[in-house]
């Protein structure tokens, strides 16, 4: 079936630090892959999106590469900032009878000043 | 804003009582899911509506849950005999396209 597994948090980081979150993903025929983010007392917000292989998605500093060889799609950001700090739902659908989305567990972050 | 809403965005009720849990998609999309997300989880899919035609219950988890959508708009999740383990926030998203739109949810405890 199809499914998506993220590294567990919560993630730890100073501001202006490197961040990656990985994300790998189970899927038959060809997914569209997610990122979403939910801040804290917010909605669930989509990040950026990456419909097919090699696609880069990116928003607000942040980039994923959809990598059908290694079927990772691993969320990246040069320089974190202390706003950044929320949940992180890396995510798939597959096009066919309908679009429901598969979303992994969850990454929390936390960014210290 | 013209976002989904949902009502009520908090609900409390005893084991065994009734609930209904409304959404209101963007208008004009015709697309409506519903999803649960329980504590330290991802959502979860429960229903998809294409117009007024559940397209996809695959995800309901058993048939105390039952959810609505008779004008192609306006959708009821609706949960009989609640039990303790129903407790989570209920998410509905709606969608033109592919991209869905996600409201803020309700917060359902069930005591």
């Known amino acids: 079936g199809n499914s998506v597994t993220q590294m567990e948090g919560p993630v730890t980081l100073s501001e202006e630090a490197f961040l990656t979150i990985n994300c790998t993903y189970t899927a038959t025929g060809y997914p569209s892959l997610f990122w979403y983010v939910q801040y804290p007392g917010e909605g669930l917000q989509l990040l950026l999106k990456a419909t097919k292989a090699d696609d880069k998605g990116s928003n607000k500093g942040f980039e994923a590469t959809y990598r059908k060889e290694t079927t990772s799609f691993h969320l990246e950001k040069g320089s974190v900032q202390v706003s950044d700090s929320a949940v992180y739902f890396c995510?798939?659908?597959?096009?066919?009878?309908?679009?429901?989305?598969?979303f992994g567990k969850g990454t929390r972050l936390h960014i210290l000043p | 804003g013209a976002g989904v809403s949902q009502t009520p965005s908090n609900k409390v009720t005893e084991k065994g009582k009734y609930v209904e849990l409304r959404c209101d998609p963007i208008?004009?999309?015709?697309?409506l899911y519903w999803y649960r997300q329980s504590l330290g989880q991802g959502p979860e899919f429960l229903i998809y509506f294409q117009g007024t035609g559940a397209a996809d219950d695959s995800g309901l988890p058993n048939d105390r849950f039952f959810a609505v959508r008779p004008e192609g708009s306006v959708s009821t999740l609706k949960i009989q005999r609640t039990e303790r383990g129903d407790s989570a926030v209920y998410l509905c998203?709606?969608?033109?396209?592919?991209?869905?739109?996600f409201g803020p949810g309700t917060r359902l405890l069930v005591l």
């Open positions: 998203a709606s969608s033109l396209t592919e991209t869905q739109y």
């Open positions: 208008s004009g999309h015709t697309a």
């Open positions: 995510a798939l659908s597959v096009q066919g009878r309908d679009d429901k989305i598969i």
